[in-house]
């Protein structure tokens, strides 16, 4: 329970910075996408069933605030939280710099797929101009990435929950 108020609470904030940034920022590159950063912390760090339900329900919850195909980023939040989940089973380390990495492809994953599954995957073809705005904002996001899961670490351990995956936590305490 405690998880899900945590997550609920950094969901809100992300919303509302994002939802704030796009309307004092016009190049809207510029603004993380905090909510794929949550949905990586979760993926490396929380395995089992209710760390996917929330992270559908991330997606959702941008769905809902703004999103022009509804369950299209509940779907792509999903896939980045499932891609995490097995990338942290495979690494014998979930540490900041993988963190960014899966946040790096994961920003630009989740853009392009958006586009295929919105707009057929024909339109991927026209891709080209974006995917300079597209990289810069996946850059930006995989760069606050360490400072959010910072943020989270201790957020879990004033709350009492474990702040690292299942397997560094059984190593902690051997």
């Given at each position: 329970?405690?998880?899900?108020?945590?997550?609920?609470?950094?969901?809100?904030?992300?919303?509302?910075?994002?939802?704030?940034?796009?309307?004092?920022?016009?190049?809207?590159?510029?603004?993380?996408?905090?909510?794929?950063?949550?949905?990586?912390?979760?993926?490396?760090?929380?395995?089992?069933?209710?760390?996917?339900?929330?992270?559908?329900?991330?997606?959702?919850?941008?769905?809902?605030?703004?999103?022009?195909?509804?369950?299209l980023n509940a779907f792509m939040t999903t896939?980045?939280?499932?891609?995490?989940?097995?990338?942290?089973?495979?690494?014998?380390?979930?540490?900041?710099?993988?963190?960014?990495?899966?946040?790096?492809?994961?920003?630009?994953?989740?853009?392009?797929?958006?586009?295929?599954?919105?707009?057929?995957?024909?339109?991927?073809?026209?891709t080209g101009p974006l995917m300079p705005a597209?990289?810069?904002?996946?850059?930006?996001?995989?760069?606050?990435?360490?400072?959010?899961?910072?943020?989270?670490?201790?957020?879990?351990?004033?709350?009492?929950?474990?702040?690292?995956?299942?397997?560094?936590?059984?190593?902690?305490?051997?």
């Amino acid at each position: 329970m405690r998880l899900i108020l945590l997550f609920a609470v950094f969901v809100v904030v992300g919303l509302a910075f994002e939802s704030a940034g796009a309307r004092i920022v016009t190049f809207r590159s510029l603004i993380p996408n905090l909510i794929i950063i949550l949905a990586v912390d979760l993926g490396l760090r929380h395995h089992g069933v209710m760390p996917a339900i929330l992270a559908f329900a991330m997606g959702y919850a941008t769905d809902a605030l703004a999103g022009s195909h509804p369950g299209l980023n509940a779907f792509m939040t999903t896939m980045v939280f499932l891609v995490s989940y097995e990338i942290s089973t495979r690494l014998m380390v979930a540490n900041a710099f993988v963190g960014a990495t899966v946040v790096f492809f994961g920003v630009i994953a989740t853009a392009l797929g958006t586009i295929a599954i919105a707009n057929g995957f024909n339109a991927l073809s026209d891709t080209g101009p974006l995917m300079p705005a597209l990289t810069l904002q996946a850059f930006i996001t995989a760069l606050i990435a360490p400072i959010i899961f910072s943020m989270l670490a201790l957020s879990k351990r004033l709350t009492g929950l474990p702040d690292g995956s299942g397997r560094d936590a059984r190593g902690r305490d051997r």
